[in-house]
């Protein structure tokens, strides 16, 4: 119940990024998510993708260093509190959340969210019984299709 998240590593410079951008627009590659770490020297990219496999494989051909990683995808109630709400559920369980970041879909009344965390299965145990929307890989793709 996990989505692919793949991240790119990008020198720090300008026009990196959109030297980055152009190579996925030329291939088709639409990003669904993104999120970006930097440092002077480089930054990181995290992006989920609509076809994760032909990224990788094209990443790989234009000579980009890049890591494959699973994380979670909910859908969380739009309202005040609802990052709480999950945010809550995980801390209560001990689980330690590395990162977030938010992605947008056509859905009334929703939010949608990436979660990195140290242990995915017991994230994923935890939310199901706590009545979280997890969604996967496939589902994700459906999602925008909409």
Do not use: W
Request: net charge negative; aromatic share 8%; hydrophobic share 45%.
């Amino acid at each position: 119940m996990t989505v692919k998240q793949i991240s790119v590593f990008l020198e720090n410079r300008a026009g990196r990024l959109a030297e980055f951008t152009k190579v996925l627009r030329e291939n088709g590659i639409d990003m669904r998510a993104l999120s970006i770490a930097e440092t002077p020297d480089f930054g990181i990219l995290r992006i989920i993708v609509d076809d994760s496999y032909q990224t990788a494989c094209l990443l790989k051909d234009a000579g980009y260093i890049f890591s494959i990683t699973p994380v979670l995808a909910a859908a969380i109630s739009d309202h005040a509190g609802g990052l709480y709400d999950i945010l809550h559920i995980l801390g209560e369980n001990g689980i330690n959340l590395e990162y977030t970041y938010a992605f947008t879909a056509r859905q009334k009344d929703l939010a949608y969210m990436i979660f990195r965390v140290e242990d995915n299965e017991k994230a994923i145990e935890v939310l199901t019984r706590n009545n979280i929307k997890l969604i996967c890989q496939d589902e994700l793709h459906d999602l925008f299709r909409q």
